[in-house]
């Protein structure tokens, strides 16, 4: 999803609703510092496995329904999907009670985050920002891509599509908002791709901060539920 280079995995870096997936388990894992910010984080870890586990079912048969909408290559099936996302879950549950003391799970929302300025090198959100353009209007798709960038270096927002695979109606708008603040966005396109046509990224970053510190990345009516299954970042 973010086409995360080795470099970017030195961290410190910031997941932006990552719900109960497996991104900040694995990762410090490998010794990269990631901090995830829910507002689901507030629940305990029953009480995120049983909502987990209630919705998996219903998940699936929309997914079977609008199984034309996706492309099935990095799950080959709705049964492969749904079995990656409890596993994704069960990987994240067991690190959730510790990550959550040490503070690496964190309950907050955008569009305000309780961190300083800068204190992340990369920020990642995916599937929240754009893919629910529906719910979240454009005065909060700046404010949220503003906070992100106040606490980050940079910031990579996949995919750009909102429910029912059309472009993000925020998309263009939110990236002029920007850019008339001094604010510098580029579209990356990545390997993955699950949405059909949803293989790119936004790259959020402060102009200067992308010439002077960091050379930016490296190279380069579905159901929302079913995407946080994923885990292939
Ligand atoms: C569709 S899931 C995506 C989970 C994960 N990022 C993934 O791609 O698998 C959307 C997540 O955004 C979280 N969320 C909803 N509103 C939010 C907000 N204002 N700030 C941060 N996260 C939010 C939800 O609780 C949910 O876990």
């Known amino acids: 999803m973010f086409d995360l280079s080795p470099q970017d995995l030195r961290g410190p870096i910031l997941g932006c609703g990552d719900g109960p997936a497996s991104f900040n388990s694995e990762a410090t894992r490998r010794g990269t510092e990631v901090v995830s ?3 689901m984080y507030r629940f305990s870890a029953e009480e995120l496995r ?4 209630e919705t998996a079912p219903v998940i699936a ?6 199984a034309d909408e996706f492309v099935w290559n990095h ?17 994240f549950l067991a690190d959730y009670p510790h990550g959550r003391r040490v503070g690496r799970y964190v309950d907050a929302a955008l569009p305000e985050l309780p961190f300083p300025d800068r204190r992340f090198r990369l920020a990642l959100c ?23 960038c106040r606490v980050a270096d940079e910031v990579r927002v996949f995919p750009l599509l909102e429910l029912g695979s059309r472009r993000s109606r925020h998309l263009d708008s939110a990236t002029d908002a920007l850019r008339s603040d001094g604010i510098d966005t580029r579209i990356v396109r990545v390997k993955y791709e699950f949405q059909k046509g949803g293989n790119e990224m936004l790259v959020v ?3 200067a901060d992308r010439a002077g510190r960091h050379a ?3 190279s380069g009516r579905q159901v929302a539920g079913a995407l946080c299954a994923s885990t292939g970042r």
């Open 205 to 207: 970053s402060k102009e």
């Open 61 to 66: 048969a929309e997914l079977r329904k609008n």
């Open 126 to 148: 995916s599937h929240l920002l754009f893919l629910y353009s529906e719910q979240l209007d454009f005065g909060f798709h700046v404010a949220a891509l503003k906070e992100l």
């Open 216 to 218: 930016g990345p490296a």
């Open 37 to 39: 910010v829910d507002p």
């Open 75 to 91: 799950f080959e099936s709705v049964d492969a999907l749904v079995a990656a996302r409890l596993e994704a879950m069960e990987t």
């Open 50 to 53: 049983s909502r987990v586990t």
